[in-house]
């Protein structure tokens, strides 16, 4: 879907679908850089990462595994509960791997935050994340990202992998959600 089939429902585009492409082919760079001996087993955070992850896959160079995992702070809102739930768990065992998460975006780190100790406490060798997308204004918690895509202002984004109420997913790029579609 391209964003203009939405555009009364937007207010700002933040990331067009060019952009986009560019950012995940240098993150595939300095990614197959940095695990050139190793084949890493990439974890997608879902529903949110699935367009990140499957572009991402499909630009590296290397060898790699995927699995996915579900885990909400959210529910329906457009905030943060701030308590996570795991909705569906990884099918791989960590131990020994290098985990590579990925997410679509990182709001307030709290979802990370505990999403990483959790896959660290599994045995994995090491465990990186990708984001395409962080909010700093909304950080409470500092979270390394070893490999981000783009610094956003703290405001409510949807496209590419990003919803409210499961939709707008599909957008070709990242746009501010208008207030009037969830006040």
């Known amino acids: 879907m391209e964003l203009d089939d939405v555009r009364d429902d937007l207010t700002d585009v933040l990331i067009s679908k060019e952009q986009i492409a560019g950012k995940i082919g240098e993150l595939a ?21 699935v367009m ?21 702070s959210y529910g329906a809102g457009t905030k943060s509960s701030g308590v996570v739930r795991i909705l569906k768990d990884l099918d791989t065992d960590l131990t020994g791997r290098h985990v590579l998460i990925v997410e679509d975006i990182i709001d307030s780190g709290l979802t990370l935050s505990w999403l990483l100790q959790n896959l660290e406490r599994r045995g994995a060798a090491s465990v990186r994340i990708c984001a395409l997308l962080r909010k700093p204004d909304a950080a409470k918690v500092d979270v390394h990202v070893e490999y981000l895509g783009f610094d956003i202002p703290n405001e ?11 939709r707008y997913r599909n957008l070709k790029g990242v746009a501010v959600l208008a207030p009037h579609v969830y006040e």
């Open 156 to 166: 409510f984004v949807v496209g590419y992998g990003l919803d409210y109420a499961e």
């Open 52 to 72: 990140v992850m499957a572009d991402l896959a499909r630009e590296l160079r290397i060898h790699i595994d995927m699995d996915w995992m579900a885990v909400s």
């Open 29 to 49: 760079r300095r990614i197959e850089r940095d695990y050139d001996d190793q084949r890493p087993l990439l974890v997608g955070v879902l529903k949110g990462a």
